[in-house]
Each structure stands twice: as C-alpha cells, then as structure tokens.
C-alpha cells in the first residue's frame, strides 16, 4: 500500500495532467470558468493518468520480448522537454500509419545536433517540436530498424506517453528502464496505477 507521501506526489502529477487537459479543453471549446472547474475536477477525480498498451516485435529488445507484451503506460500532459527526456522508452503515433503506435527510445530532441555515422551525410540540428527515436535493440541493423534512421525526425505531438512497465508473460515482468528523471517522476504512479493482474488478464500471450 503506498505511504501517504507518495499518494501527496501522486494526486500533484493527477492534478498537474486534469489542469492541462482542461486548459486544452478551455481554448479549444471556450468553456466558462464554472466549466473549467467541473472538468478539472471530473478529470482529477475519475479516471486513471495510465493506461494499457499491447506490443510486439524485436525492436525493443530486451525491454520488450518479441512476442506480445502489456505495458503500463503513463500518459504524458504535453508533449515536449518539460515531461520528456533522452533515454525514456515512449509510444508514439506510427508516422506512417496514424492508427498504430511504436514503443521506442526518445534519443534526441528540439535543438540537438544529428551526425550521422555515414560520412556522405550532412550533420543536421532538430527543429522545434522534433525529437529522434530509436530501437535499442542493436542486433538490428540501422537501415533495417523501423524508427527515425528510417523514416526520419518525428513530431513530440505524436508521442503519447512513456512505457514504465512491461509484462512479458505472467512470471516475466518488472518497471521499464526509463531516464532518472522519468522514473523519479513515474515512481509514485506505479506505485498507486500499477495493478500486475489486471495486466496479466489483458495479456495476450501468443
């Protein structure tokens, strides 16, 4: 059961994710003060700041098994370099199919500088709201890996959220690898969202 420090940290990381979607909500459909306060409200108290994600594939290897895995994932406010970090495994909008998503590793973001090891290739610099992923699974080769040294930089607006535990099979699961910073921050929502049955009676074991 977490201690009453954690669910204080918990509730300010739920009332900072109800306050941006409820701005979001205010510029978007002009909602009146009073509104605004119901929707903050409906969305600190109801509902979850996670949600469960499937995914497959060797990419992600060895976070993720080859074979089907649920992941926690913390759904992130906005997203950009305030809740965001280099190193963090996030699941982003397939950029070239909108309607499937990726698990990859956040490798660069707005402002970093990309070399590439081919010397025929221009050094570039990503340009705001652009980030770079990466699969970390480095059994797979760089042209034949399905992430930006294929399709290129990709928009921070298409990231989701950050994956902060993976269950790989009913006996085979643990919290993801993620920056200090993230798992700092992620810690007191696995600590209260993170329920290991309901993941094992989502999961789909091939």
């Known amino acids: 059961m977490a ?4 669910w204080f940290r918990y509730m300010a ?25 119901q929707v903050i409200f409906k969305n600190l108290f109801h509902g979850k700041i996670t949600f469960l994600h499937s995914g497959k594939g060797p990419e992600m290897s060895p976070t993720m098994a ?9 759904k ?15 699941v982003l909008k397939d950029p070239n199919n909108s309607d499937k998503y990726l698990v990859r590793r956040l490798a660069a973001v707005e402002g970093f500088e990309m070399v590439s090891g081919d010397a025929k ?13 990466v699969a970390e699974n480095k059994d797979i080769k760089a042209k034949e890996a399905y992430d ?3 399709f290129g930089p990709v928009s921070t607006a298409d990231i989701v959220g950050r994956a902060i535990y993976c269950l790989r099979t ?3 699961h ?7 910073t993230a798992m700092g921050q992620d810690s007191p929502i696995l600590a209260v969202e993170l329920d290991v049955d309901e993941m094992a009676k989502n999961h789909k074991a091939e």
């Open 3 to 6: 201690s009453i420090s954690t």
């Open 13 to 37: 990381h739920k009332l900072e994710y109800s306050l941006s979607l409820s701005l979001k909500s205010h510029r978007k459909e002009k909602l009146s003060d009073r509104e605004l306060i």
């Open 66 to 74: 080859a074979h089907e895995n649920t992941l926690l994932v913390r």
């Open 76 to 90: 992130i406010p906005m997203a950009n370099t305030r809740y965001l970090f280099v190193g963090d495994a996030v």
């Open 121 to 133: 290739e221009e050094p570039f610099v990503l340009e705001k709201d652009q980030c770079w992923v």
């Open 148 to 150: 930006s040294r294929t």
């Open 170 to 172: 009913a006996v085979d």
């Open 174 to 180: 643990g919290p993801v690898r993620n920056s200090h």
